[in-house]
């Protein structure tokens, strides 16, 4: 067995895609998902336990649970919210859970991992449809003979950096009668008022089903939400594994999201972000990016992978870091620079990384 692993090992590393761990250096900041700083925002909790006796369902549910929850239905303008220990684990148990035998999803085809593990575990059938092309999906819901029809999508693509059609999507499954889920995770802290996300900034959040806001990029902290209604909750608590069978957060991180979510001022820092990217864009102008214009994930793409390295290093021998991304992250020959701009970012830094893009 040890051979048969290595020799896959092997394989990935003569190709040049071998994955390892590494502690990031100090260094100029393009790579991280903490768009806002927030990350960085220090909340001082006094006397609280750092650790969880168990799932919700057993002894790990506490009232700061309850109460992060009712505020987070609040603030993202839903029925009801369910936390659940990461974005990955909310994706995985949502999908699996709600999706049944003889459902059809149709699934963009470059959601996230997670989202197609989820699909993997359900016992419904899926089929992909071409990345934002409201035709393609209006041609296979038209189709579709399930009774059931789900649609899934992210508001914001990680790999591309550019932005669903939420409104244009909302439209065509109401038409259909298909339920929309839509995935939040790089949105979320991001678009909207007060970081509030995309489905509410185009004013289509009565017509998803559930929504998943991760804390673990934009807010900075541990932790994802699923939001939808008050059934969609109970059915979660009764029958999705990942929550059921999984520890509870400590309560001290309840009162993290709830205070970085809910109640911190991110207009400000917002506003930087939005600077950041503006003058960032402006300045590479000649470049062809993949990325919506007002997006802070920006993506250039590479057909020759030996170039993308060569720019990689360049730019890390600036003090830069950022991150290179490869099949089979990405579909073979379209190998990826992924730049993430922050409201920290300062002119200086985009100036020096601008230079490194353009040599």
Known sequence: ???????????????????????????????SNDYIGLSKFNIPISDEPNGSTGSRLLSGNTLEAERCELRLAEHFKA???????????????????????????FYDQYVHASSRDGLRLSLAESLSFKHNNIEDLRTKLNKSKAATNYVLIESLYSMDGDLAPLSEIAALCKSFNAYLIVDEAHAGGVYGRGGIGMCIETQ?????????????????????????????????????????????????????????????????????LKQNITYFRKQCHALEFLSDLNSPIQILEFQNKEILEDLVNRIKSHGIYTKAIYPPTVPQGKSRLRLCLHAFNTENEIDILTRCLLQ
Do not use: W
């Not at 029925?79 to 459902?103: C, F, K, M, P, T």
């Not at 934009?218 to 209604?229: M, N, T």
């Open 1 to 31: 067995m040890d051979e048969r692993l290595l020799n896959k090992l092997l394989k990935r590393k003569a190709s040049g895609t071998l994955r390892t761990l590494q502690i990031p250096e100090n260094g100029i900041d393009f790579f």
């Open 79 to 105: 029925e009801a919210a369910l936390i659940y220990n990461s974005g990955y684990v909310a994706n995985v148990g949502l999908l699996s859970a709600i999706l049944q035998r003889g459902d059809l999803v």
């Open 204 to 272: 289509v959040e009565s017509d998803v089903f559930a929504r998943i806001v991760t804390f673990g990029k934009a807010y900075g902290c541990h932790g994802a939400v699923v939001l939808g209604s008050n059934t969609l909750k109970s059915f979660l608590v009764n029958f999705s594994r990942s929550f059921i069978y999984s520890t509870a957060l400590p309560s001290s991180s309840y009162k993290v999201i709830e205070r970085l979510v809910t109640k911190t001022n991110i207009e400000e820092r917002l506003q930087l």
